[in-house]
């Protein structure tokens, strides 16, 4: 099960954490992806994390939110998070983490999660 939270209210140009956190064993071998949502459109991908191997993990973003989020893991609290900084209006969506065992972050974009989170709504306006 995954629980995200975090969402809120910002102005333009704000900052959010969101947080995923994991029940359930094995957290560490789920690549964990972040997606958003808006009324009306598709789930967009947003960027996602590796499971964490002896080189390192990988992290993957796409090129609207690149230099701006950063995904995170924590793997002794079963958890993964965005920092979304300098966040613009278009950011406005519900937000998704999902997680699929043994997935890179890349990868995680085309094939998608097993597992879902609830969601949780970022609205950023003035």
């Known amino acids: 099960q995954l629980v995200e939270s975090g969402g809120g209210l910002v102005r333009p140009g704000g900052s959010l954490r969101l947080s995923c956190a994991a029940s359930?064993?094995?957290?560490?071998?789920?690549?964990v992806g972040w997606f958003r949502q808006v009324p009306g459109k598709g789930r967009e991908f947003v960027g996602a994390i590796s499971p964490i191997s002896p080189s390192g993990d990988s992290i993957y973003y796409v090129d609207s939110v690149k230099g701006r989020f950063a995904i995170s893991r924590d793997d002794a609290k079963n958890t993964v998070y965005l920092q979304m900084n300098s966040l613009k209006p278009e950011d406005t969506a519900a937000y998704y983490c999902?997680?699929?065992?043994?997935?890179?972050?890349?990868?995680?974009?085309?094939?998608?999660?097993?597992?879902w989170g609830q969601g949780t709504q970022v609205t950023v306006s003035s």
């Open positions: 359930g064993g094995a957290f560490s071998r789920y690549g």
């Open positions: 999902g997680a699929r065992i043994a997935t890179s972050a890349r990868t995680m974009g085309v094939m998608g999660p097993q597992y």
